[in-house]
């Protein structure tokens, strides 16, 4: 049961340029949204966060916006660095637990 | 910067042994997680832990497992009889709340292999 989906497994970007991953997610209960970024063999690291009643937060590089009736969440990275290159995971609390999509590896490119 | 800590941090273990992965949280948080990465896969939510008792479990999250929180700062993870399925990262996670704009802040993993 994919409650958070992510359906690009990779994305490739042009360093400089701006990366956008996108999430989807099927139960409208849910009242925070997040996304955390992995690198291999460490734990999640958070990003940013939203709440279910905004529609845009934006942090520095990373803006995160939220489409509640498309039950739809993007994340932009602008510019986008080589040290972006990792796993981001889209993610959706519900209660007490959080619950997390497959993430999407993203490489930033020279 | 505080920070979750989790040993050990690799651990192999023969199948049907039981494993205990401990984890330390940041100290004044209140809410304690425990979630899986099983290699190639998402990362699965298995329990959260709240005033001493289980506030909410995953279906993984069956009889051979159980969490414990002994002591004021240690909180642990254990497999009474491991199966080769639960091969995986295991991650502990805190926040001093259970709710949205709280971060919720995970240790580096604890790699168990069972063979």
């Known amino acids: 049961d994919q409650q958070v989906k992510q359906n690009s497994p990779s994305l490739s970007v042009q360093e400089g340029r701006i990366s956008i991953l996108n999430c989807d997610y099927t139960n409208s209960m849910f009242d925070y949204f997040l996304w955390y970024k992995k690198y291999p063999a460490e734990g999640p690291t958070f990003l940013i966060s939203?709440?279910?009643?905004?529609d845009k937060n934006e942090d520095g590089r990373f803006t995160v916006f939220l489409n509640k009736s498309a039950k739809h969440l993007s994340l932009h990275i602008v510019p986008s660095q080589p040290g972006d290159s990792a796993v981001y995971f889209c993610a959706a609390s519900l209660w007490d637990k959080i619950i997390f999509g497959k993430g999407t590896r993203l490489h930033i490119l020279p | 910067e505080p920070e979750v800590t989790q040993t050990p941090s690799h651990q192999v273990t023969q199948m049907g042994q039981e494993v205990i992965l401990r984890c330390v949280p940041i100290?004044?948080?209140?809410?304690f997680y425990w979630y899986r990465q099983i290699l190639g896969q998402k990362v699965e939510f298995l329990v959260s832990?709240?005033?001493?008792?289980?506030?909410?479990k995953s279906e993984i999250f069956d009889d051979q497992f159980s969490v414990e929180r002994p002591d004021g700062s240690n909180f642990t993870l254990k497999i009474r009889s491991t199966k080769l399925e639960d091969s995986a990262m295991y991650f502990c996670?805190?926040?001093?709340?259970?709710?949205?704009?709280?971060?919720?802040?995970f240790g580096e993993g604890s790699w168990l292999t069972v063979v």
């Open positions: 939203i709440s279910s009643i905004k």
């Open positions: 832990f709240y005033n001493n008792e289980i506030s909410e």
């Open positions: 996670a805190s926040s001093s709340s259970s709710r949205g704009t709280n971060t919720i802040y």
């Open positions: 100290s004044n948080h209140l809410y």
